[in-house]
């Protein structure tokens, strides 16, 4: 049987969601302006949107650029984040170059890899890869940096080379902040996925939404904001059910069973 203060952490993000769409509401009555259509309205324009094949087709090409964006990323990022916490000599390397590029919006790059690649899907994922690739990176690196040596040292003794090592030490000892950054990576793609679309606009969710904004149809562009952020909170929920599957040992008071042969 769930107790009430489970039941009420359950149901905590519902709520607030319920409370941002009231507060929504009541605000969009008040101020009484076409640019700001009521929390109703937009819901009511969502199925027509998601029942609409030509935006449905927008909607999926946007997840697919997002799923080869992040997938790109987190495949080459985790291994260098691994060896630059395990190598000062590739961490003296990469550091410096990761420095620069961290601040920089990865959206105001757009344009300058519109001139290289064109208005595409590769301008599109690369902007995501960027994106996603700085936070897996360092957390991969931290998750490296933190691994303890004595266990790279019993692994040494058993005969395990450099790379062995890393694969069976270094990797699931890290894999919880590994995950982490992926987490991060995860709503970051999001993010430069719609704000290349906003720039680059062919297709995607972005456009659909800023196509609405030129055409004055503010129930779509709040609808189109409302499926976007679903997206987000449904993307990271399944993450987080992944991660807590995969690093649910390491997690607070969880006692990892032991047997003896």
Known sequence: MISGRALLARSA?????????GIWQVAALIINTDSFPTALDAIRAVPSILGDKESLINILASLRRMAIGFGVAVVVSIPLGLMMGRSRAVAAFFNPLLMVTYPVPKAALMPIIMLWLGVGDLAKMLVIFLGVSLPVIYHSFQGAKAVEEKMLWSGAAMGLSAIQRMIRIVLPAALPEILTGC???LVLALITMVTSEMIARQSGAG?????????????????????IGAMGIGLDAAFENMRGRLVKWSEPGFDIPLSFA
């Open 183 to 185: 987490r991060t990576g």
């Open 13 to 21: 993000p519902l709520l607030a969601c319920l409370g941002l769409l």
């Open 207 to 227: 456009n659909i939404l800023f196509n609405a904004l030129d055409m004055g149809q503010y129930d779509t562009v709040y609808a189109m904001i409302i499926i």
